[in-house]
């Protein structure tokens, strides 16, 4: 059966990305799960993976060109019983590709991120600030190729290379600038104002004494190699996820005038990145897998944001989202929700404060947990278990 | 080993677990919390990368010795100086 493949949506503040490289050619097989074809984003650079065993037949795209969600980018083979490949798709508000991805996405199967990113395929690979510098120099990609592919270019390899190359080789600068921070901006601000103006929000706090889980992860780390330590991050998310998972009414999307839960809980987890802009890619099963597994997973998610490399299983798979400050952050984080998803935990700073405890004031380790759901589907009372589900699994670290 | 190549190698370091960061741009004594937005995961890759690169033990309670360049490079020092 040959089908129509079309860029998905990778996250509600995506409308369009630059098709920067096809990493299979027409005729070359592919698995369910394998990258093939890379986009630029104003996330960074995500391999797309293929939603199920094929073939390509005919690419529709060539590099270099803009595409709107939603866009056929190649016709594929797959077998008759397979499903179209249409990826998970949430339909963009203000998107003329609205219809066609929204059409396609109740066929949808969940995409797969086992597979790990293709090998080299003869294209260098830049850190982020290589990219901006080659950028700066007018380097074209065809000019860096000969610096083998076998590994990340950085910003030194870039200008060697630009020291080396003949000046026929310097490709001009391109002509139409965009500034990465500004498009990232208004990215994240079209995604919010859609959340803002389409969910009803309603937000609960409360303070967690995180004594426990300080505790316990201050000797669970003295016992392990740096290799294997956690970091507070993980078990807040593991805590939010098993929550999500037994409470109904918080894991899922809203799509069509209902909610739909999801079965799985997939934790999008909010990186900052450096310049400005965030990104929420998805921990998958993160209220099944145990901490060391989770910990990995976290990891190895924020070392392929920083590497401007992401795969779009993760950016289509969230069900429900956590957001962390961290240690110098502000006390409070009232989080917005992420479109089709229904609710978001914000975890302000851990500060020592004053709390009642056993009657008595003492000092203790404090986490306000804010927690922002879409009233369409849950309401105070359920929020607010969700929230004490949440808290009562923090004081029994072991438990996670 | 020299001071200036144990910087050397941090920045290289620093440039593998963070490759959006300009390795040019590191002022050696300002946190890189405060210059890069360091998050807990960043500064526990670069405990990790250290530990590894420089056969040194970095204890859960030696992160803030990590916080920024110039601590850092008189961290490794110690360490490799009670390894010889």
Same mark, same amino acid.
């Given at each position: ?8 949506s ?43 065993d ?14 709107a ?19 998970? =798709? ?33 294209h ?31 910003v ?7 020291a080396?190359?003949?000046?026929s ?12 921070? =500004? ?35 201050a ?22 996820a ?5 409470i ?13 839960p ?21 921990l998958l ?25 992401m795969?779009?299983?993760?950016f ?27 609710? @978001?935990?914000?975890a ?5 404060q ?47 | 080993?020299?001071?200036?190549? @144990? ?10 677990? =963070? ?12 946190d ?26 970095v ?17 490794v ?8």
């Open positions: 059966m040959r089908i129509e493949y079309r860029l998905p990778l996250g509600a503040d995506m409308e369009s990305a630059t098709l920067t490289e096809w990493l299979k050619k027409p005729g070359e097989r592919f698995t369910h799960g394998e990258p093939i074809v890379t986009v630029e984003t104003t996330k960074g650079l995500i391999d797309v993976e293929a939603y199920e094929g073939q390509i037949d005919d690419l529709v795209v060539a590099p270099g060109t803009k595409v969600v939603g866009a056929v980018l190649a016709h594929l083979i797959v077998a008759d019983s397979a499903p179209p490949a249409a990826p998970e =798709a949430s339909a963009t508000a203000g998107s003329s590709a609205t219809a066609a991805s929204s059409a396609t996405a109740a066929s949808s199967a969940s995409p797969a991120v086992t597979a790990p990113p293709s090998p080299a395929t003869g260098p690979r830049l850190s982020p600030a290589a990219r901006r510098r080659a950028e700066e120099l007018g380097l074209s990609a065809a000019s860096l190729e000969q610096a083998g592919s076998a590994s990340i270019l950085h030194a390899d870039v200008e060697r290379l630009a080396a190359a003949p000046s080789a310097t490709a001009p600068p391109p002509p139409e600038p965009i500034d990465p921070r =500004a498009a990232m901006r208004g990215a994240i601000g079209a995604a919010m104002a859609r959340a803002k103006r389409e969910i009803p929000h309603y937000y609960l706090g409360l303070d967690v004494d995180y004594g426990a889980a300080r505790d316990w992860l000797r669970t780390n003295a016992r392990v190699p740096v290799q294997e330590r956690l970091i507070d991050a993980v078990l807040i998310t593991k805590a939010v098993l929550a999500a998972a037994r109904d009414g918080f894991n899922g999307a809203f799509r069509d005038g209902r909610f739909e999801a079965r799985a809980v997939h934790a999008g987890v909010a990186i900052a990145l450096r310049g400005g802009g965030l990104v929420a890619p998805a099963d993160a209220d099944r897998k145990d901490l060391p597994a989770l910990m990995r997973d976290f990891s190895a998610l924020v070392m392929r944001v920083r590497a401007g490399r795969r779009s299983g993760e289509s798979a969230a069900t429900i989202t956590v957001t962390s400050l961290g240690a110098d952050g502000a006390d409070v984080l009232y989080p917005i929700i992420n479109p089709p998803q229904v609710a @978001i935990v914000g302000g700073a851990i500060r020592e004053p709390a009642v405890r056993d009657g008595q004031i003492a000092i203790r380790p404090i986490l306000t947990l804010a927690l922002a759901a879409d009233h369409r589907v849950t309401d105070g009372r359920a929020g607010s278990r969700f929230l004490r589900a949440i808290a009562d699994l923090l004081q029994r670290p072991d438990g996670l | 080993m020299e001071p200036t190549e @144990i910087q050397a190698k941090l920045l290289e370091l620093l440039t593998r677990i =963070a490759p959006d960061i300009d390795p040019r741009s590191v002022v050696t004594d300002q890189f919390r405060d210059q890069f937005d360091f998050d807990s995961m960043d500064g526990l890759h670069f405990a990790v990368a250290v530990s590894e690169a420089f056969g040194i033990p204890a859960d309670t030696d992160y803030g010795r990590l916080a920024n360049l110039r601590s850092a490079v008189e961290f020092q110690a360490g490799l100086s009670r390894k010889a």
